[in-house]
């Protein structure tokens, strides 16, 4: 046999390539954490200036041998962690090296990566917290890495922890402990803590629960200062917290004339006002994005129909005003849609009958814009568009999303029926019935994609997958299950089809291009990664595949879980009924 790698022949049953080192057989179970042979170098004889770059060329070579060696073996590129035949492994995958850690305990519920690449926090049965040092991790199988492995705490709220580098976090623990371990003790910092915000990556803001309503606390990690109560004993105090570390945070208290004065605190700790009268809805907070409405007006008071006030973004201590009269707003995945009063809408409301919930009552007393990252704002031109939703036979005309990408705006409503019109100077009107029976999607970039659901309502297993841009539609597939489509930046869209939900439910992992057609990536697929543009990791039968520049490879058998570093995270996903590997 040849080698497929650099084409010298080989002897039947080898497991490298003694030329080029290149692995010729997947690694089994036994020898998953064995590191890579490295291949003997041939010897050739030199002269004159070919001399000096043959040295040149060794030194190199040398210089990349002893990283291979000592740099992989401290264990700088973990990128994974896995259940993998029982025990938690660290894994390097793009290196196809394993560090063994110690005996399962369990399922892992959840993996944090620390923000240095040095340290990863494991959440262990009973919701052990427990801290892996990365460095000195020994790739022998018959060596134990157990001593790299520090337990922290127990009972400990798995989406309550911030990391910090150098193996420290902040975290919340079920009874409400709010607590700090800076590496190699934890301190018990508050009891009944609700929610916390990291500010200057040192500093502690957070909300404590008592009978009266919270309170709002500030405090270093350091213990240098005590902690400082913000907020009075008897005031409604709400925390908006991301879990992130940021350089400020922002937290509103009910005012009597019921609003709430909204604050930001730095790391001095001292609270500055930024509006007496603000609106504040949980659905307006999107990422690292607060929404809320500022100098409202009360509501329905006998002459106006509902509260309007400026529409206001808080992103890292900025606030930026991004409408006046505005009525209500809510996020459609990550665009911002709001409606805007006037007098003339006003006098229609008037006529008719009051506005009370936009999203269940006619809009068409209603401007109505949106949002997009990086887009300009587009006003929908709402008499045309319920105009045509009243000709497509409704009683009532009823708009269930809408969505821009710039240059047109798309619309659909209740039954699934998706419009669209062209942006023209800032507007959108002149809408069109584009779709019928349609399920929504999402706009990525210049791109709609959406399912064309066959009858069955929300069971089917089967739907056609279309993208549509730049006024063409195209079928990028006829058999996706339609609650297993992720959409990614690049244009990639991964999808599962043929779902078999007879035991375990797996399927074929397609990827999916309107430029590129359709590459089958694996059968019997229980889940996946991407972990970059052209690396795909998934499950098939218990056995862990890399899918890289259209090629297909075993990695390691018997695994039972699967977490990684950085991944590329979908601009959509519908995976309901998915098993994910990742947390």
């Known amino acids: 046999m040849r080698c497929p790698k650099c084409g010298n022949q080989v002897s039947a049953g080898a497991k490298f390539c003694r030329t080029c080192g290149a692995r010729l057989m997947p690694l089994s179970a036994s020898e998953q954490a064995a590191p890579a042979a490295l291949a003997p170098v041939a010897r050739t004889r030199f002269g004159g200036k070919k001399w000096l770059a043959a040295v040149v060329l060794v030194l190199a070579l040398s210089v990349v041998a002893a990283y291979l060696l000592l740099g992989r073996k401290k264990g700088d590129n973990i990128d994974c962690f896995m259940v993998c035949d029982g025990n938690y492994v660290l894994a390097d995958v793009q290196n196809d090296q394993a560090f063994p850690l110690v005996p399962s305990m369990g399922e892992a519920a959840s993996v944090l990566f620390g923000p240095d690449e040095s340290y990863v926090f494991l959440f262990m049965r009973n919701d052990i917290l427990c801290r892996v040092d990365c460095a000195g991790l020994e790739l022998d199988p018959e060596a134990s890495n157990a001593g790299q492995v520090m337990q922290v705490d127990t009972g400990v709220f798995q989406n309550g922890v911030t990391q910090l580098t150098g193996g420290r976090a902040v975290y919340l623990k079920k009874g409400g402990e709010l607590c700090w371990f800076d590496g190699e003790t934890v301190t018990r910092l508050a009891g009944n803590v609700v929610s916390y915000s990291l500010v200057d990556g040192e500093k502690l803001v957070y909300s404590v629960e008592t009978e009266n309503g919270y309170i709002i606390y500030w405090v270093p990690l350091d213990g240098s200062e005590k902690a400082a109560q913000l907020t009075g004993e008897n005031e409604m105090a709400w925390l908006w917290s991301s ?156 708009v269930d999303q809408i969505m821009t990408n710039g240059t047109q705006v798309f619309v659909r409503k209740g039954q699934g029926n998706i419009y669209q019109a062209p942006v023209t100077d800032g507007i959108a009107t002149g809408f069109v019935q584009m779709t019928e029976g349609s399920k929504w999607m999402t706009v990525n970039g210049d791109s709609l994609y959406y399912t064309n659901a066959l009858p069955g309502g929300q069971n089917e297993e089967e739907c056609s997958l279309y993208c549509a841009r730049d006024g063409e539609i195209a079928c990028l597939s006829e058999s996706v299950n339609p609650w297993q489509v992720w959409v990614y930046e690049d244009g990639t869209v991964l999808a599962i089809r043929n779902l078999d939900t007879s035991s375990t439910a797996q399927g074929q992992l397609v990827m999916l291009n309107a430029a590129e057609g359709e590459t089958l990536v694996g059968e019997k697929v229980s889940g996946f990664l991407r972990m970059d543009e052209e690396t795909i990791l998934y499950l098939s039968d218990g056995t862990l595949h890399r899918f890289r520049k259209g090629e297909s490879e075993e990695l390691w058998g018997q695994i039972e879980g699967l977490w990684c570093r950085n991944i590329c995270q979908p601009v959509y996903e519908n995976d309901l009924y998915w098993m994910e590997l990742s947390q």
């Open 243 to 398: 879990w992130e570390a940021g350089q400020q945070a922002a937290y509103s208290v009910e005012t009597e004339e019921g609003w709430e004065a909204l604050y930001l605190v730095g790391a001095d700790g001292e609270p500055q006002l930024v509006n007496d009268a603000a609106q504040i809805y949980n659905y307006g907070e999107m990422g690292d994005t607060l929404y809320y409405t500022a100098d409202t007006t009360m509501p329905y008071d006998g002459e106006s129909f509902a509260s309007t006030g400026i529409l206001c973004s808080l992103k890292d201590g900025a606030i930026t005003q991004l409408a006046e009269r505005v009525n209500n707003y809510w996020l459609n995945g990550d665009q911002l849609v709001y409606l805007v009063e006037d007098d003339l809408n006003q006098e229609r409301a008037a006529a008719d009958f009051s506005i009370s919930d936009v999203r269940e009552d006619p809009v068409c007393y209603h401007r109505c814009f949106v949002m997009a990252d990086g887009l300009p704002t587009v006003e929908v031109d709402m008499d045309n568009l319920v105009e045509v939703l009243i000709q497509d036979g409704d009683d009532r005309p009823w």
